[in-house]
């Protein structure tokens, strides 16, 4: 289980760079995202929603309703890990304002563009998991469910973007829900193969 026993095997700075680079290419596949009209699962893909069906940021958005998790994190992962996302969510809710202005797609094919998004978050989470952080939301209470009965946490992530996924054909365009449900999918198998445990956690 997540605690917050010093990690032996990741340094301060190991962990700057590690959770700044998944921050980065997590921020870097939302703009991808959003620019392909598409929606993604977990908090984000709630706040992907919410920002098209009202019009407010998705930065605004994407931090506030991440803040709930965090009473939760705190209470059964620990300081560390709850701070962690914390600063994680920040940054990646700045940075999703902030990319626009130095880069801007032209064109992103739907499906291509749903491909990339979920390789992209996929190995933002993996980085962020292996230094002990989160983008918060669903992804907490997933890590929570994994380390409490072994039930691992990308099925959880699938499960509840299929709910959620079924809620958006009511609401937008089906065709590229579709192609976000692809995104999404292959976000999610990279979680449950690769992070494991037994491989990949350190200790």
């Not at 290419?25 to 939302?30: H, T, W």
């Not at 992530?157 to 292959?186: E, H, K, N, T």
């Amino acid at each position: 289980m997540t605690t917050d026993t010093p990690d032996s095997a990741h340094s301060l700075l190991d962990d700057v760079q590690g959770i700044s680079l998944g921050v980065f290419l997590a921020a870097l596949a939302l703009n991808i995202l959003t620019t392909a009209g598409l929606i993604t699962g977990q908090t984000a893909g709630i706040a992907v929603i919410i920002s098209y069906l009202s019009g407010y940021s998705f930065g605004v958005v994407f931090f506030g309703v991440n803040l709930p998790f965090y009473v939760l994190a705190w209470r059964r992962l620990g300081k560390s890990f709850t701070m962690k996302s914390l600063v994680s969510v920040t940054l990646v809710s700045v940075l999703a304002e902030t990319i626009p202005l130095g880069m801007v797609f032209s064109y992103i094919d739907p499906l291509l563009g749903a491909v990339t998004f979920g390789a992209l978050v996929g190995v933002a989470l993996l980085v962020l998991f292996r230094h002990n952080g989160s983008l918060g939301g669903l992804g907490v209470v997933a890590l929570l469910i994994q380390d409490t009965t072994g039930f691992r946490a990308g099925w959880v992530q699938l499960i509840f973007d299929v709910c959620l996924f079924g809620l958006a054909f009511f609401l937008f365009d089906p065709v590229l829900v579709f192609y976000s449900l692809i995104g999404a999918v292959v976000l999610n198998l990279i979680i449950a193969i690769n992070h494991r445990r037994d491989r990949y956690i350190a200790r």
